[in-house]
């Protein structure tokens, strides 16, 4: 799931460069070769490449409402698999179902895609100012069209890589905002700190393992999931079957 919505947002950050080959690299000055002087101050290169951005940036965004109907589909998929995993913890534990409403779901899923949102269509527009910023003082320096260029399209990684971040991040703090909500929900006070323990793994959350922690009185940097690209989770401490606020279903 977590790979599925890195490859759609990635997707996203793909049309921005594919953009930037489409307008950007057009426009690189190139009318006198290889020698980039004087002589593109007087031809107006900078209003032309500015301008090639500006096209470059508005083919790339276009209208949002397909990137809002992505992340709504993956916002009901962790949702999905977050509650899955939680009953399956609690049948394991108790032997029955439990159920207790949830109305704070929607909030929860509605401020994550709109924060979501907010950071796709973030992408290109950091995208573009930094490189328009690297383009402008490279010709300035007089470098080669074909140095131009090879910048150019040796850039089309960080959209990319920006993307991915963006995307494993936030699926990270939604499941651990899901994790929390249906924990306490239920009465469930404190958690244990677990993880993946590879060699990605933060060294400060590889010392946490297994330690007790209480919902509202989480570590310095956040309880699981929300640090930045934090992939720890929180094991319940349950309490007693009597002392479950829930509903019992045998």
Not at 156 to 183: C, F, M, S
Not at 191 to 197: A, D
Not at 220 to 233: S, Y
């Amino acid at each position: 799931m977590e790979n599925d919505y890195v490859s759609a947002v990635q997707l996203y950050a793909k049309r921005m460069t594919d953009a930037v080959e489409r307008y950007v690299v057009p426009a690189l000055p190139s009318r006198r070769g290889d020698d980039l002087g004087g002589q593109w101050e007087r031809d107006g290169w900078y209003t032309a490449l500015e301008q090639a951005f500006l096209d470059a940036l508005a083919a790339a965004t276009g209208s949002e409402e397909s990137m809002r109907a992505v992340i709504t589909l993956f916002a009901d998929r962790v949702n999905a698999f977050n509650a899955g995993q939680f009953h399956k913890i609690l049948r394991a534990a108790y032997g029955v179902d439990v159920f207790k409403s949830e109305p704070a779901l929607g909030p929860i899923s509605t401020v994550w895609e709109a924060e979501n949102l907010r950071l796709i269509k973030s992408i290109p527009t950091q995208y573009v100012e930094g490189l328009q910023s690297k383009v402008v003082a490279a010709v300035q320096r007089g470098e080669t069209v074909a140095s131009l260029t090879k910048q150019v399209r040796e850039s089309y990684d960080v959209p990319k890589k920006r993307a991915e971040l963006i995307a494993r991040d936030q699926i990270g703090k939604l499941n651990g905002q899901l994790t929390e909500y249906r924990q306490r929900n239920v009465g469930v006070d404190e958690y244990r700190w677990r993880g993946v323990l590879d060699a990605r793994e933060r060294d400060e959350h590889v010392g946490r393992e297994g330690d007790k922690f209480r919902w509202d009185s989480p570590p310095a940097d956040g309880n699981p999931g929300q640090p930045i690209r934090c992939r720890c989770w929180a094991e319940p401490v349950l309490p007693n079957l009597d002392d479950l606020d829930a509903l019992i279903v045998h």
